[in-house]
């Protein structure tokens, strides 16, 4: 991991590389490098730390480059250092490689080379790939030193390979790891997600698993596994390059968080109609008759993707009345998970590329299950592999804390919830209006809560000194909370936990004490009264609690200290207004301690490696 960029054509490839490395920072890295062919030999830059230092190190030099490759790098083996910065070089200095990914079987490969005669001068699983390549490359034949060479790695990988013996080409090649080709006006890129490459091209080829791609150039060649060439069909990209930019905010993330009513709206466009009380989901194959074969629904996803997952179970137990589970993507291949030809299953990733989510998916494929994608990034690997897919139309997420993905989740879950149960007629279609009715005014909602960020951003300047912060509520509530908790502990790196209101007395009391932060979750009619006993239980024991609630229920200002309104809406629907308050908390209170809210220390926009 965790970024890669790539460029040949008549333009400074240094200029080029660096700008997509820059726009590749949401990713998350360590330390950055690039490998530009000057006359006849590869000079290499690379530093640790920021894109920054890297720039500071080039000085302006190489500037006379067409051709080159450049890497963000996410520690996986080896500390972050100078050294284990890609890219990474073979003895001869004649080859260069960048790799997103992880290599297994280096360890066989590197004691195999070393006997070889050698030398390695990192402490990567990357540097095999380039020394891999010096092993088998013969007659100026890089393409066939590539192939051979990765047909030897076990494990993932997309990776760009630059040779002095070629200065008119670039070689390429991915497995489980997503990598792009920009396709230019006499130049082409290499990227592994589009933002890096879109202030230049719209036009792009996605590598599928297996491929190599030759890029001379005048032409961009594909070949699969077998070596035989395959056509790849041409896409437009139609996200506005803006999209990609901050516009005006101080950071991406707060940009996301006031797009979602924008990103809602997109995401129901054309699959509802309001005034007829219907849902319209053409990319759901599953029918009536297919639905009643199906014993049991999976759900599978990480992270913020995986508290959709809660929220989607819920609904659609609901609605459909059939059992669901929602399990954590990293686990679901390893406990022989109960599914077969009659199962359901759905992943959820903003990527479609994260790695655990797709092992999971290509487990249930092989075990014979229907496989629902949600997912936002047309024509990723999850996207390709699914049976069905079903797009958020949330425009591309920067930050690495995700929130109008999230949100833009929530309703394709809602969604799929719907389309199931109308067909199954587990849902009359009086229900079912009602729900599409109060959806089509989510996105109107969106913007009401919103409009309190002056309030919530005075409580996060009072929550930035905190410790310690508990969030609490019920059934769906829960869910919820689960997500609030997330979003204040990777961008403010505050310790926070989420809890079952409901499971308080049963341990969890036992760290209530005087003036400890508790934000309680309270818009679950059925379980209201029984929420508000919860909150009185961490009154007593003296805790500083925030409620979050609809608007008019001023019955809670008794209970709390302070209350976030959102607008009415279904108790079913709640969860997509009443995270918004907890997302705005998070961004404010990081930004008050100090925090870099856009890259978070640690974490990466896509994890692509197990």
Known sequence: MCGIVGYLGKKSAVEVLVEGLERLEYRGYDSAGIAALEGSAIEIVKSKGKIADLKAKLNGNLSGSTIGIGHTRWATHGRPSDANAHPHRDCTGKIAVVHNGIIENYQELKEFLLEEGHIFLSETDTEVISHLIEHYYKDNDLFTAVQYATSRLEGSYALVVLCTDCPDRLIAARKDSPLIVGLGDEEYFFASDIPAILKHTRRINILDDGEIALITSSKVEVYNSTGKKVAKKEMYVEWDAEAAEKGGYDHFMIKEIHEQPQALQKTLSGRIHSEKGIVD????????????????????????????????????????????EADIASEFRYRNPLIDDRSLVIVISQSGETADTLAALREAKKRGAHVIAVTNVVGSTVSREADDVLYTWAGPEIAVASTKAYTTQLVAMYLLALDLGTKLGTLSQEKAAEIVKALAEIPNNAAKVLEQAEKVKSWAKEASVWKDAFFIGRGLDWAVAMEGQLKLKEISYMHAEAYAAGELKHGTLALIEERIPVIALATQEELYDKMVSNIEEVNARGANVTGVTFEGNKELEKAVNQVIYIPETLPLLAPIL???????????????????????????KSVTVE
């Open 281 to 324: 989901l053409k990319e759901v194959s599953l029918d009536a008759e297919k639905l009643r074969n199906i014993n049991n629904v999976a759900i599978v996803a990480c992270g913020t993707a995986y508290h959709a997952g809660l929220i989607g179970k819920y609904a659609i137990e609901k609605l459909v009345r059939i059992p669901v």
């Open 578 to 604: 009443s995270v918004i308050p907890l997302q705005l908390l998070s961004y404010y209170a990081a930004v008050e301690r100090g925090c870099d809210v856009d890259k978070p220390r640690n974490l990466a």
